[in-house]
């Protein structure tokens, strides 16, 4: 038994079993993928459902119920695959195109010519550089400012393989100039707004017919499907904040023990708290290490909401997250074991004196400032009283902040 | 070198030509010409037509008018533009040209 589902192509209503979708949409899919790298993708794409939707509305008048795997197959071998409408392909409007579209040129791993994830031949052959620069400048930067260690495992991850000649060949693509970049960011922007303009509409538009009762029960299914997905969405965007905040407040903590602690100013003088470890280098691997400990799963769930959110077809390469995450917790396990007698408790102890010594200052100062009031006749004792109990005070709520 | 490469770039301006050369009836929607090219032999399956129209429309050789269908929604009527009618008369003579030459070389052996 199979489902009948109503979907919406090329704006017009279509009745479709479920697996004859499914194969519809694998089968478009594959189409946009192609077409996303030249300039008319979208139209030629439009055009392709308008075509398929006309020969599907050929067969309904036929007499058939729905469009079933049949329709479907023969529907694609009609239009033929995505390399069949390659026929204008040729070195001239390739290197046409790629000139005049910016994100016709994409990022990929090299893995062919890798030593880890072939992340550096990937951005070596995007940006034009020889590859061993980009790695001697990737391992100088990591060895100096860490930072490129995150960077480097969430290419890893996010970043698709170049398999096929196409990949290689956009891998390299034309000269990127910042104007590119610029546009290609736009586009990507564009592009999501688009997204989130059709997912609401289409929301909008399955909650109007149902509320018209004029449908049948399947498009009534398939809205509150609808519904629900959009809810699910909504909750994924919730957690994605949360999950971003999260990951920001770890980053700022882990980044500033890193360099050395915060500055922060309670009452009058500026302190510095101290960081956990005593050497400045063991200190900033061991942040360092947490920190990618901590934003490796975080950013990898965050990446999965943000493609459920925008119906991407993009796969995350769960293996190198693994493998990326393994690496760290085995740098974090080495540095803590390495560290173990090396922590800075000394500096905990005299920051901890300090700000004793501050915040009862200040606060004394205050206690003081409000005008004692007697409460005994004998002025003399009453003020005594007073001066007395605002030691003990201070002392009670020092006790307490700490 | 493969025979296909060199087969679908023989065809490939020829396809160009014949498209223009149809649009060059009056308003054609593209089933149509997908009729006529699949009779003809130019084209197997009916995806190589749409990049190429968009193609020629973006390069303003073709225009297009959205009409209204008694079987269905609107559809797209293809037809030339000035800049298309010009090229296609040129690439006419071209074709003329070009076909005259290959016969001749051919009858040669």
């Known amino acids: 038994m199979n489902k009948i589902i109503q979907i919406n192509l090329a704006g017009q209503a279509v009745s479709i079993d479920e697996k004859a979708y499914q194969s519809l949409s694998h089968y478009l899919q594959t189409l946009e993928n192609h077409f996303s790298t030249t300039i008319d993708g979208r139209e030629i794409l439009t055009d392709i459902e308008a075509r398929i939707a006309e020969l599907f509305f050929g067969k309904i008048r036929k007499g058939n119920a729905f469009i079933n795997e049949s329709d479907v197959a023969e529907a694609i071998q009609l239009m033929g695959t995505a390399e069949d409408m390659d026929i204008d392909e040729d070195p001239d409007t390739q290197h046409h195109q790629q000139a005049a579209n910016p994100s016709s040129k994409k990022l990929y791993r090299d893995t062919d010519d890798r030593v880890l994830g072939g992340v550096c031949s990937g951005l070596g052959a995007y940006f034009g550089m020889d590859t061993s620069v980009v790695r001697i400048l990737a391992v100088l930067l990591i060895l100096f400012t860490g930072i490129p260690l995150i960077a480097y495992f969430v290419l890893w991850a996010i970043l698709p393989e170049a398999t096929t000649p196409e990949d290689r060949s956009r891998m390299k693509g034309g000269n990127t100039t910042i104007n590119d970049i610029v546009n290609s960011v736009r586009q990507e922007a564009t592009d999501v707004a688009r997204n989130v303009k059709n997912e609401a509409t289409n929301v909008a538009d399955n909650l109007k017919k149902k509320s018209n009762f004029s449908n049948s029960a399947k498009s009534v299914t398939s809205g509150i499907q609808q519904i629900v997905t959009f809810l699910a969405k909504i909750f994924g965007a919730g957690v994605l904040i949360f999950l971003v905040t999260t990951g920001i407040a770890f980053t700022v903590f882990l980044l500033a023990n890193a360099t050395g602690g915060f500055h922060f100013n309670p009452g009058n003088g500026d302190i510095l708290t101290p960081s956990i470890l005593k050497s400045p280098t063991l200190n900033w691997l061991f942040s360092l290490s947490l920190l990618s400990l901590i934003l490796i799963p975080i950013g990898t769930i965050c990446y999965a909401i943000i493609l459920f959110l925008f119906n991407s077809a993009l796969h995350i390469n769960v293996k190198a997250v693994f493998l990326s995450w393994l690496i760290c917790l085995a740098m974090f396990i080495g540095i803590s074991i390495y560290s173990a007698g090396n922590v800075n408790i000394n500096s905990f102890r005299q920051f901890g004196e300090t700000l004793k010594e501050r915040s009862s200052y200040d606060i004394d100062i205050k206690i003081k400032e409000i005008p004692p009031i007697p409460l005994t006749p004998d002025a003399d004792t009453a003020l005594k009283d007073t001066e007395e109990r605002s030691i003990t005070d201070t002392l009670l709520i020092t006790t307490e902040l700490l | ?109």
């Open chain 2, 1 to 109: 070198m493969k025979i296909e490469n060199t087969q679908s770039q023989m065809r490939k301006g020829v396809l160009e030509y014949c498209i223009l050369t149809l649009a060059s009836t009056g308003e054609v929607y593209a089933s149509d010409i997908i009729t006529h090219l699949k009779e003809a032999k130019l084209i197997v399956v009916e995806g190589t037509l749409y990049p190429l129209l968009t193609r020629l429309k973006n390069a303003g050789l073709l225009k297009y008018e959205w009409k209204e269908s008694d079987q269905g929604p609107p559809r797209k009527y293809y037809s030339l533009t000035e800049e298309g009618t010009k090229f296609n008369s040129q690439l006419a003579d071209t074709w003329t040209e070009l076909s005259n030459s290959v016969n001749q070389l051919t009858q040669l052996k």
